[in-house]
């Protein structure tokens, strides 16, 4: 398929390339979009194309119902990848929810025996295996701000917005609640190497959740921190990206 070729609601691309030797599929994580990936084909070479996720109830798709349900989440959004998944190499980049998302997907293909990818890389996520111990997704709105202003990432601006909150809280409340109401299911390692990453002063996942995911692959794994908080690479994304070229 022609990347040109308007992708399902689910996938945005930015920057289309119409033979691309790898396709880098980035998974957005709680109460962000596809937007988040807007830059991130001016830091790759020609070749590389970004396809951002999109889940429904945010930015494109504004008008849709929030997904809370593993159950619909999961087959829908396999099923919107198979056109992009089946004629180039692929890798998966996740954040927070957006890696375990990934890795849920990554199972469901190989259980489907379709394409998996090349590389996984994931960041600022505890291993699936490791329960959420701190569930935040009945929390007041109160709660639900300040975790964010200690998430970092969110202008105090927009915090202290009370329309700007009404329209988000409810996102966010969503996406937290696809992600501390997962249940894992174990199941063989994986063949994809994985890469794992995240902010040196993260507040949401330790270096020893971080490093679970080794237990995911029977190929190689990595690990790397970088300065900042849980959403270290959203200002700067440059050096993050620097680094997955670098398995690329």
């Known amino acids: 398929m022609n990347s040109t070729i ?11 390339i119409s033979q691309p030797t790898l396709r880098l599929f980035c998974f957005h994580p709680s109460a962000a979009g596809a937007s ?27 008008k849709e119902p929030l997904i809370t349900e593993w159950d619909y989440l999961l087959p829908t959004l396999t ?5 992009l998944i089946e004629e180039y190499p692929f890798a998966f980049f996740g954040h927070s929810l957006g890696a375990l ?8 293909l190989r259980s489907e025996k379709l394409p998996i990818p ?5 960041s600022g996520r505890r291993a699936p295996q ?18 964010l202003r200690e998430y970092g990432g969110t202008p105090e601006a927009v915090l202290q917005n009370q329309d700007l909150m009404e329209l988000f809280l409810p996102i966010l409340r969503a996406d937290f609640t696809i992600n501390e109401k997962y249940m ?31 237990q995911h692959t029977i190929s190689n794994f990595a690990l790397h921190e970088f300065p900042g908080g849980h959403m270290f ?13 670098k398995f690329l």
């Open 6 to 16: 308007t992708p399902s609601p689910w996938m945005k691309i930015f920057q289309p």
């Open 36 to 62: 988040l990936f807007r830059l991130w084909g001016k830091y790759l070479p020609s070749n590389i194309e970004v396809c951002a996720i999109q889940l429904p109830g945010r930015e494109t798709r504004i």
């Open 79 to 83: 099923q919107a990848l198979l056109p």
């Open 101 to 108: 998302i990934s890795f849920e997907v990554v199972r469901k």
């Open 118 to 122: 090349k590389y996984m890389f994931v």
């Open 130 to 147: 490791i329960p959420i111990d701190n569930p935040l997704y009945q929390a007041s709105n109160p709660t639900l701000i300040s975790t």
């Open 184 to 214: 894992y299911f174990p199941k063989a390692p994986l063949e994809s190497p994985i890469v794992a990453f995240r902010g040196t002063n993260d507040v949401a996942v330790s270096l020893q959740q971080l490093s679970g995911w080794e």
């Open 233 to 245: 690479f959203q200002q700067q994304p440059k050096t993050l990206i620097e680094a997955i070229l």
